[in-house]
């Protein structure tokens, strides 16, 4: 039984690139946690991913996001070749990838009015993320 404050959850994680199947893992333990919706922000081969890999196994509402023309110009990544394949932590693609981690969570918050939770998809969801912390009555934050 999901509580109060976990109903209002919704996750926010970044696709860019044609993502593997560790991330498609990712994005289930996500789905089973049966909270709202996925918050996505996606270059085109990551909205071709979600579109072939993920839509078809869950159930989750997923909504997603582009990023702004202006800001993968200002960040050297617009049209990109490398933007297709997965970057290593501290490569300087993946370094740029993580400024749209914030646009991402603005937007979240704007349109779903809801406690974002971001994550990675190399990250494995057992169960919820409150599970671990005490409220008094008010929502998480």
């Known amino acids: ?13 970044l696709a860019f690139g044609y993502l593997g199947d560790s991330a498609k893992v990712s994005s289930k333990s996500i789905d089973n946690l049966r909270l709202g919706a996925i918050h ?7 909205a071709d991913w979600i579109d072939k890999e993920i ?8 909504v997603l996001y582009e990023p702004r ?3 993968l110009k200002r960040l050297s990544l617009a049209n990109a070749i490398s933007m297709t394949h997965y970057s290593d932590f501290g490569q300087e ?4 990838l993580t400024a749209f981690k914030w ?3 603005h937007r979240t918050l704007r ?7 971001f994550s990675d998809l190399d990250v494995i969801w057992l169960s919820l993320p409150t599970t671990d912390f005490e ?3 008010e929502s998480v934050v």
């Open 1 to 13: 039984m999901v509580s109060g404050a976990e109903k209002d959850l919704v996750f926010s994680v």
């Open 40 to 46: 996505v922000m996606v270059d085109k081969a990551g």
């Open 55 to 62: 839509r078809p196994v869950v159930s989750s509402r997923i």
């Open 69 to 71: 023309e202006s800001d």
């Open 93 to 96: 693609r993946f370094i740029r």
């Open 103 to 105: 646009d991402l969570i």
């Open 111 to 117: 349109d779903s009015k809801s406690n974002v939770f």
């Open 135 to 137: 409220t008094d009555n």
